[in-house]
Nanobody
Framework: EVRLVESGGGLVQTGGSLRLSCQASGFARDDFAIGWFRQAPGKGRERLSCLDRKIGFTYYRDSVKGRFTMSGGNDKNTVYLQMNSLKPEDSAVYYC????????????????WGKGTLVTVSS
């Protein structure tokens, strides 16, 4: 059974930083795509980043480029999302997502979702 477990959310002031972690397990192969979505209250889910291991490329949403960085741990089952210069509009539930295939632009393209971790940025 595939599982994705996020951690690291919390309350931070504007301009602060947080690092989210995602621990993946249960994948039969290690070339799965993995990334992050978020959903703010009253809004739809938006893709923030995605690591496509098949081509070795990481995608970022324009609004977080330069502020958010996705990286991997010592094993391929752990990824991080370093978030700097946080703004109140970054407040949302952040989800770790994965797919057996490639990085999709759409949430329906991801087969697996974590339960999410809440990030709140105070002004």
């Amino acid at each position: 059974e595939v599982r994705l477990v996020e951690s690291g959310g919390g309350l931070v002031q504007t301009g602060g930083s947080l690092r989210l972690s995602c621990q993946a397990s249960g994948f039969a192969r290690d070339d799965f795509a993995i990334g992050w979505f978020r959903q703010a209250p009253g809004k739809g889910r938006e893709r923030l980043s995605c690591l496509d291991r098949k081509i070795g490329f990481t995608y970022y949403r324009d609004s977080v480029k330069g502020r958010f960085t996705m990286s991997g741990g010592n094993d391929k089952n752990t990824v991080y999302l370093q978030m700097n210069s946080l703004k109140p509009e970054d407040s949302a539930v952040y989800y770790c997502v994965a797919a057996d295939g490639f990085c999709s632009d759409y949430e329906t393209g991801f087969d697996y979702w974590g339960k999410g971790t809440l990030v709140t940025v105070s002004s």
